[in-house]
């Protein structure tokens, strides 16, 4: 008896970071726009989120406190190096520029001296660049026209 093995194909897994990642701008003031947002996206959408707020350095932030009260997401404040995992919330450090690459988070500080200062765009730029197509923006409140450039 002859059993020929006929090339069976096997599906390709899904790179890493095959998932939409939504980043989100929202000036200081915005809470109760983030805290809605939160409110009613799923803890398991299969997304990372980035909240970037201009956030002063000279004030705790209490956003990962307020913000687990309406989802079960993980809460991670960025950090340089990060790689980014679905379901996850990212938030940025105060006078800090997160940007994206290779999924992971880069973390540059502001430069004190610069006076226009445009976090929110500097995310939007580097999520169409990485993610192309998987990449969504969304603007709740802003500073300025921060934002409106990079979306």
Avoid: W
Avoid at 92 to 121: A, M
């Amino acid at each position: 008896m002859t059993v020929m093995n006929s090339p069976v194909k096997l599906d390709s897994p899904k790179p890493i970071n095959d998932f939409f990642i939504v980043g989100i701008g929202a000036s200081a003031g915005g809470l109760e726009a983030i805290e809605e947002f939160f409110k009613e996206i799923s803890s398991t959408s299969g997304m990372a989120f980035i909240l970037i707020q201009h956030l002063s350095d000279q004030y705790k932030s209490f956003m990962p406190e307020l913000l687990s009260r309406h989802t079960h997401m993980e809460i991670i404040r960025a950090d340089n190096g990060m790689e980014l995992k679905p379901n996850c919330i990212y938030l940025n450090p105060p006078r800090t520029e997160v940007t994206v690459k290779d999924g992971k988070l880069f973390v540059t500080p502001s430069n004190p001296k610069q006076n226009l200062f445009f976090p929110i765009d500097a995310l939007f730029s580097s999520l169409a660049t990485m993610k192309k197509e998987k990449a969504i923006s969304v603007i709740l409140s802003g500073k300025g026209t921060d934002g409106s450039k990079g979306i």
